[in-house]
T-cell receptor, first 114, second 111 residues
Framework: EAQVTQNPRYLITVTGKKLTVTCSQN?????MSWYRQDPGLGLRQIYY???????DKGDVPEGYKVSRKEKRNFPLILESPSPNQTSLYFC?????????????FGEGSWLTVV | QKEVEQNSGPLSVPEGAIASLNCTYS??????FFWYRQYSGKSPELIMF????GDKEDGRFTAQLNKASQYVSLLIRDSQPSDSATYLC???????????FGSGTQLTVLP
């Protein structure tokens, strides 16, 4: 089954404690992306990757890091989380480029920073 | 920064009516336009996409695109209570590097 898997799905953490949200896809997609969603703000792109070792900033990259060492994985790293990073996070992948009709979303990760 | 604007709503329509959702975008190089439906706490699901000016119909849904006005809309005919959700407009940049979402319009269909 084609899927994008995110972990953890739910996390409460404390300010400053480094955390990683993993994202894995099993479709051999080249394109992967992270979004955050806050009430009234839709989905805002954090980082995206066009292929292995190719990553770029989206619209709200501050406070986040990513890596793309292998095609299937695209982890999101919060080196020093702060309460304003409390949000719902979605990972997404697409065969080639940010094509909205072939993009697959993960189920989302609820992150609370206290 | 490329922008996609939607009326935030909320929008309420009676069951059986037509719901009209609107979206404008700022990047004239945008090539592809999408409408997603999102239930609370769930991931977005694609319901329509359109690439060319004009109308595209799929069942009860019609997407309309006017590139000159940088405007895309979604009509939902014979609205059902199960259509109650947030509808997100999304636009792929000309470079196909980014899919940018609007803030969404919350639709409630009243029985």
């Amino acid at each position: 089954e084609a899927q994008v898997t995110q972990n953890p799905r739910y996390l409460i953490t404390v300010t400053g404690k480094k955390l990683t949200v993993t994202c894995s896809q099993n479709m051999n997609h080249e394109y992967m992306s992270w979004y955050r969603q806050d009430p009234g703000l839709g989905l805002r792109q954090i980082y995206y990757s066009m292929n292995v070792e190719v990553t770029d900033k989206g619209d709200v990259p501050e406070g986040y890091k990513v890596s793309r060492k292998e095609k299937r994985n695209f982890p999101l790293i919060l080196e020093s989380p702060s309460p304003n990073q409390t949000s719902l996070y979605f990972c997404a992948s697409s065969l080639q480029g940010a094509s909205g009709n072939t993009i697959y979303f993960g189920e989302g990760s609820w992150l609370t920073v206290v | 920064q490329k922008e996609v604007e939607q009326n935030s709503g909320p929008l309420s329509v009676p069951e059986g009516a037509i719901a009209s959702l609107n979206c404008t975008y700022s990047d004239r190089g945008s090539q592809s336009f999408f409408w997603y439906r999102q239930y609370s706490g769930k991931s977005p699901e694609l319901i329509m996409f359109i690439y060319s000016n004009g109308d595209k119909e799929d069942g009860r849904f019609t997407a309309q695109l006017n590139k000159a006005s940088q405007y895309v809309s979604l009509l939902i005919r014979d609205s059902q209570p199960s259509d109650s959700a947030t509808y997100l407009c999304a636009v792929t940049s000309g470079s196909a590097r980014q899919l940018t979402f609007g803030s969404g319009t919350q639709l409630t269909v009243l029985p």
